[in-house]
């Protein structure tokens, strides 16, 4: 789309009391489309700097994303989707989960180059949150490094002087940060890492009024700011080339882990069917088996019943092998008394129990007959019918030990303390990723008591 300047409406659809409100989502839609032009006409990468940025921009409505609230528009630049997968686990790690829960936006995790519009002005320029830990904490260590600061210098350098940076409520113009030491450098840093400021920014402030008085030449002058931004991105950022924290080999450990665990769970679920394997290579081998199974092969070992000797009782017939016997070969008699039998009366409520049929009546004639009546805790079915065995739970005690993957602990501190879970990750920084029921989470190894059976 081709930018082709701001509106009234355009700083407008961003007033207060339009935030909250969905009303106005296609006026937001519309300035977020002039801003993705811009961006496209302002975007210029010189060789080698950067060459897998992506393209992104905040929601225009209120979502969780922006706490239901769209107080500013963002269309920015970052790393790409393949980059941001490897330091998934770092920036979790390095956020508590109520942080990730109230601030889950994706611009809030790397450093950007960006565009952001609100009612009042337009802000151009280079901008990192204070929960992109890991490009922060890059970018100090370049700054306590000799040939690392030199070279993010001679890009500081070439920058114009009417960036400004901002940390907090300070506005440093461009004479004043360009005479910054090293130690300078990383002090602003730091206020940003402990939380002092949400933001750092090095950029270019646009008044409304000046804004909607450009043409479209000064929007053009705008793209020399935006080619030395884009180098001093590449060299403060995380990346591979620019490693300063030796998250690779951390990464290439965590990667190990995680396969180790896969083969485990594979091994596990595969394990029933192995067995199952082997027990039918048993019945096929019939010569290759151990000794005689008590309970599956003694009915194939046994020989015929003998026959009963003198003075032996023959043994009743099972009732399968007792020949059956039709009604109608019956003596006629025995037929006559069976009918009787059918229709005879069943005894009454009284001849069954007291004289007034009451339940106490049947209970007393029941005691002084010497009947025995079913107790409380009896089954139903009477005193020698088999209960159902109860499966009993397993009981987890605490243990002293070495937490690997697959023990079962119980966490000590978090939303999640005094719960157990099964360790199925370990890092190398002393952290677990331990499975709470279905729900994982990160935690420290020092905050885990290891369980056994009781």
Known sequence: MKFEGFTEADFDAYAENKWRSNRFNLERMRTREKLVGLQEQLQSTPDGACPSLESGWSHDHPTVFNNKQVSSQWCYRLRDEESRKLLTGSLSRSSSMKDQVEDPALHHLHALLGLEINQTELRMGLSVHQNASVDLENWKKACGDEKGFSALKSIIEELPDSLEIAVGDERFDGPTWKAWTAEDWANKIAQVQDGKSPWIHMARWISREEALSWESSEWEKLRDSMTPLTSLLHQLQWSEEHDRLDLQSALAEEKAARQAAKEAAELAKNAPAEKAVKADDKEENPGQRGPVSVLGDWRKTRGPRPSPGEGEKPQKPSRGDRPRENRRDRPQENRRDEG?????????????????????????????????????????????????????????????????????????????????????????????????????????????TLLQEG
């Open 340 to 448: 009787s039998r059918r229709h005879h009366k069943k005894p009454t409520r009284e001849g069954r129990g007291g004289p007034n049929g009451k339940r106490g009546d049947r209970q007393d004639s029941r005691r002084h007959s010497g009947g025995k009546s079913r107790g409380r805790d009896e089954p139903r079915g009477g005193r020698n019918s088999k209960r159902q065995p109860r499966r009993e739970e397993k009981k987890w005690v605490e243990a002293t030990g070495v937490v690997s993957v697959g023990s079962r602990v119980r966490l000590k501190e978090g939303l999640l303390a005094g719960r157990d879970g099964e360790v199925v990750e370990l890092s190398s920084k002393g952290e677990a990723k331990v499975l709470v029921g279905q729900f994982p989470t990160r935690v420290s190894v020092k905050t885990l």
